[in-house]
């Protein structure tokens, strides 16, 4: 790569590019024994009895919404700092959205504002572990069960932390991943949901496949070849090519985390104390797959963030800013979302930006950002 350090990105070793090799040289490049060897694995590795592949984790929220029974008027309860997909798989079903309120220490949803929030046609709670930072998930599910909700973990940035010493998957009644290349590992596009529910594993492999069951049939089969539509599925499918990349790079997922981990502490002792801006710590329980590093400039900082942000870019550093709050989105604005629904989000994406963590980085890398970002602090 050019000298250019961007927010996040993969890794690809020579390995992965052989299991992928591997596929192509084979009889089957979608539909064959990858899929169901990553599933297998992806369970193992995070203690769900189910998991299920999906072509991106955009499409996993919608099949999770789907199983969950999610119908056209009922809503669903998340968070507005996250990529619009959390909240757009609502819509996809005709569901609609209603946004909590985040906590600025973490930027994960204010699990005190949930039950304010809920009426007659809520179906679905969703929270984010936004960077890599679990969700208080006890406190979540006690919510869902009292209200009767059904808990979806949007752990897109997450595959790879702990809550409590258990690993994310299996926290929520369904887990949602993602592998696009800036996430945890990859398979350059790809998704999955993880679940413990047996009626939610079988509503979702017919849902990422047309709604074509070959078992289970309501009529009379008519002969061996016999396959039924049994409701308005999508292709939603992994391919076989991008199941080897994705188990190739699972294996590797512990070691990613812990070089992740690595700069992150770097970055923690450097900045500590620092007069520029705030960063989320570790509370005990709590161990983070720090998917970003996300830093919240301080008050007298935040008019210039712009420059800031500018000025990072000009010396190489691709930083990014995690999230403009959903609901300001112009097509969510098209939708009647007021701006000032959740302030703290709205605070938090004013003062945010995420600078440079990745498996790929050293700790020199880190030491370079670390020092850039300070000298631009400097000179602001
Ligand atoms: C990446 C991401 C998604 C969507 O995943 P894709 O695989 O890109 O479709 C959804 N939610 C969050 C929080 C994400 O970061």
């Not at 906590?103 to 304010?116: A, M």
């Not at 190739?248 to 970055?267: G, N, W």
Request: proline share 3%.
């Amino acid at each position: 790569m050019s000298n250019i350090m961007p927010y996040s990105r993969q890794l690809i070793e020579d390995d992965d590019i052989q299991a992928v090799l591997k596929v192509l040289k084979s009889d089957y490049l979608t539909q064959g024994p990858e899929i169901a060897a990553f599933e297998k694995e992806l369970a193992e590795y995070t203690g769900a009895r189910y998991a299920v592949l999906f072509s991106s984790g955009t499409a996993a929220l919608h099949g999770a919404y789907f199983a969950a029974g999610l119908k056209a008027g009922e809503e669903v309860i998340t968070t507005p700092n996250t990529f619009a997909a959390t909240a757009n798989a609502a819509l996809y079903l005709g569901g609609r959205p209603v946004f909590a309120d985040i906590e600025l220490k973490t930027g994960n949803i204010n699990l005190d504002l949930i039950e304010e929030k809920i009426t007659t046609k809520t179906k679905i709670l969703t929270v984010v572990d936004y960077s890599g930072y679990p969700v208080d998930m006890d406190r979540a599910r006690d919510i869902a069960k009292k209200y009767g909700l059904v808990l979806v973990e949007d752990a897109c940035h997450s595959l790879g932390a702990y809550y409590k010493s258990k690993k994310i998957g299996t926290l929520a009644d369904m887990t949602i991943l993602s592998f696009h290349p800036v996430k945890s590992i990859t398979t350059g596009e790809g998704g999955a949901v993880l679940t413990d529910n047996e009626e939610y594993y079988h509503k979702l492999l017919l849902f990422r496949q047309h709604g074509i069951s070959k078992e289970n049939f309501i009529n009379e089969a008519h002969g061996t070849w016999y396959y039924e539509m049994q409701l308005l599925g999508y292709n939603y499918r992994m391919s076989d090519i991008q199941a080897a990349l994705g188990r190739s790079q699972l294996k590797k997922l512990d070691r990613f985390i812990a070089r992740r981990r690595e700069i992150i502490s770097f970055y923690q002792e450097f900045f500590s104390d620092n007069e520029y801006f705030d960063f989320t710590v570790e509370e005990e329980g709590y161990f983070s797959s720090w998917h970003l590093f996300p830093i919240r400039l301080k008050e007298h900082l935040i008019t210039k963030k712009r420059k800031i942000f500018e000025a990072l870019r000009a010396q190489g550093l691709w930083v990014q800013v995690h999230y403009i709050p959903v609901y300001w989105l112009p097509f969510y604005q098209s939708l009647g979302y007021p701006k000032g629904i959740c302030p703290n989000a709205e605070k938090f994406y004013e003062s945010e930006i995420s600078i440079p963590v990745y498996q790929a980085m050293t700790l020199e890398d880190a030491r370079k950002v670390a020092s850039i970002l300070l000298e631009v602090l400097q000179n602001v």
